[in-house]
């Protein structure tokens, strides 16, 4: 059972450069989140999903865009990276209401130059 | 707005002696609550969670957490430290069922 599974894992970009990390996870879960985290401020919420077809800004999405077009996946995609934009993202998914409980993948190690 | 504060920053603790980090969440209604564990290079792993019920929530690898309403902290204890729990400590909270908001997290040294 692999869980949550985030592609790439590490990957550096120069400047204006856009990519997009991949989120999937093989237990039917409803809600998926992107995070990022920085040293010394924790996780801070992105963007997430509260279903195939949606999303929702969290707390820091300017630059980001997410898709949802598959329940089990979740993309981030960034068009024009920024240094600022250096981090380490973590995708993160949960059954929904009821539960809470959120399930992590490895991360993935962005570095923008 | 919602926010989940951990004060202590780096904690260092001998091994085999007792551990309490803590954790404090604002906002008016009591939140679904979290303790998740980070090893480096790692994602993160649940400890425990406090939905309702039991102040008192018992976790994996030894830890326990205690909810109290009054004081709006949810802290991390364990009894006896091992040197393989140095890690970084979360505390998270669930707001209005969708949205997960994170402490700054806790270094933990665990001294031989």
């Known amino acids: 059972n692999a869980g949550v599974t985030q592609t790439p894992k590490f990957r550096v970009l120069k400047t204006g450069q856009s990519m997009t990390l991949l989120c999937a996870q093989d237990?039917?879960?409803?809600?998926m989140y992107w995070y990022r985290q920085d040293p010394g401020m924790g996780l801070r919420l992105i963007h997430y999903?509260?279903?195939?077809?949606?999303?929702a800004k969290g707390e820091v999405p300017d630059g980001y865009n997410v898709s949802r077009l598959k329940k089990q996946n979740f993309l981030l995609g960034l068009e024009s990276a920024a240094p600022s934009q250096t981090s380490v993202y973590f995708c993160?998914?949960?059954?929904?209401?009821?539960?809470?409980?959120?399930?992590f993948g490895e991360g993935s190690r962005l570095t923008v130059l | 707005a919602q926010s989940v504060t951990q004060p202590d920053i780096h904690i260092t603790v001998s091994e085999g002696a007792s551990l309490e980090l803590r954790c404090n969440y604002s906002?008016?209604?009591?939140?679904?609550l979290f303790w998740y564990v980070q090893s480096p290079g790692q994602g993160l792993q649940l400890l425990l969670k406090?939905?309702?019920?039991?102040?008192l929530v018992q976790g994996i690898k030894g830890f326990e957490a205690e909810f109290k309403r009054s004081q709006s902290s949810f802290n991390l204890r364990k009894p006896s430290v091992h040197w393989s729990d140095a890690a970084e400590y979360f505390c998270?909270?669930?707001?209005?069922?969708?949205?997960?908001?994170f402490g700054s997290g806790t270094k933990l040294n665990v001294k031989p």
């Open positions: 993160a998914s949960s059954r929904g209401r009821d539960t809470g409980e959120l399930f």
């Open positions: 237990m039917n879960h409803e809600y």
């Open positions: 999903s509260v279903g195939e077809g949606t999303t």
């Open positions: 906002y008016g209604a009591t939140p679904y």
């Open positions: 406090y939905f309702s019920g039991d102040t």
């Open positions: 998270a909270a669930l707001y209005n069922f969708n949205k997960f908001y």
